[in-house]
DNA sequence: TATATTGTGCATACACAACATACACAATTT
DNA sequence: AAATTGTGTATGTTGTGTATGCACAATATA
């Protein structure tokens, strides 16, 4: 697991593993049948709560990205490579979507929109 | 005063009027000058705290956006349209930075990003 | 100077993130 | 079959930050 959180974030910890994960799960470098670590090692690991490693494995069930079961652990979800591209893809337009309205509200055209985010990027 | 405050939003309501107040006075809705409404009549019309509207009122006088007299009142500070234009882009640009780092962990290239960028808009 | 109007400060209620610890279930070993 | 180990789960507690009401101080104005 390659993960670093932040204690002066202002996110959440448990969202700071949630994204990290999915974005490793969609982007195909955590493959599918991968096995999380345990939560106790990976709450020994990042120095951190088994409780909020599970909240973040919660949030992960839930989005389908990974399944888990009591006893044995958990596992990637198992995806084609165009339902990862898919999802991918839905997931950062979901985040756009909110990040655009901010911009919008100072009245940011599209076309400025896109020089602003290549000075940026 | 024109805002509108969501309860369901998870944005704190001072960040709310401070995000959509700091839109208005640089995108010169809110002229250099103009008198915003004392904290007590805004509080009523919005159905909020009066320390609500204050905190908003405290960020926007942080940021040099307005200057605040107390017995006076709070007035929206002048600029030149160079300066309100230099500093609306700076703001969207430190918004979008934080933005891009969650599109960058996906690996979104900026081709991409421009692509999506265009659906959503 | 008196009065009303404005912003300010303080103590509190509430929601949520994060925590330590104890519990329940499943797989493996003996 | 029973014990042991490893896994996720549930309970109760603490700390941080948002939002609140009410009393106070400073200014404007008549």
Same mark, same amino acid.
């Given at each position: 697991?390659?993960? !670093?959180?932040?204690? $002066?974030? &202002?996110? *959440?910890?448990?969202?700071? #593993?949630?994204?990290?994960?999915? !974005?490793?799960?969609? $982007?195909? &470098?955590? *493959?599918?049948?991968?096995? #999380?670590?345990?939560?106790?090692? !990976?709450?020994?690991?990042?120095?951190?709560?088994?409780?909020?490693?599970?909240?973040?494995?919660?949030?992960?069930?839930?989005?389908?990205?990974?399944?888990?079961?009591?006893?044995?652990?958990?596992?990637?979800?198992?995806?084609?490579?165009?339902?990862?591209?898919?999802?991918?893809?839905?997931?950062?337009?979901?985040?756009?979507?909110?990040?655009?309205?901010?911009?919008?509200?100072?009245?940011?055209?599209?076309?400025?929109?896109?020089?602003?985010?290549?000075?940026?990027?």
């Amino acid at each position: 697991m390659n993960v !670093a959180i932040s204690n $002066t974030s &202002e996110k *959440p910890i448990y969202q700071q #593993l949630f994204d990290q994960i999915s !974005a490793q799960i969609l $982007t195909g &470098e955590l *493959p599918g049948g991968y096995p #999380l670590p345990p939560i106790r090692q !990976a709450a020994q690991e990042l120095r951190i709560s088994v409780i909020t490693i599970k909240k973040a494995w919660e949030e992960l069930e839930r989005s389908g990205l990974i399944t888990t079961t009591t006893g044995k652990g958990c596992f990637v979800a198992d995806f084609s490579s165009e339902e990862m591209l898919r999802m991918r893809n839905d997931m950062i337009m979901k985040q756009m979507a909110g990040d655009t309205d901010y911009y919008k509200s100072f009245g940011l055209s599209l076309e400025e929109a896109i020089e602003l985010l290549k000075k940026v990027y």
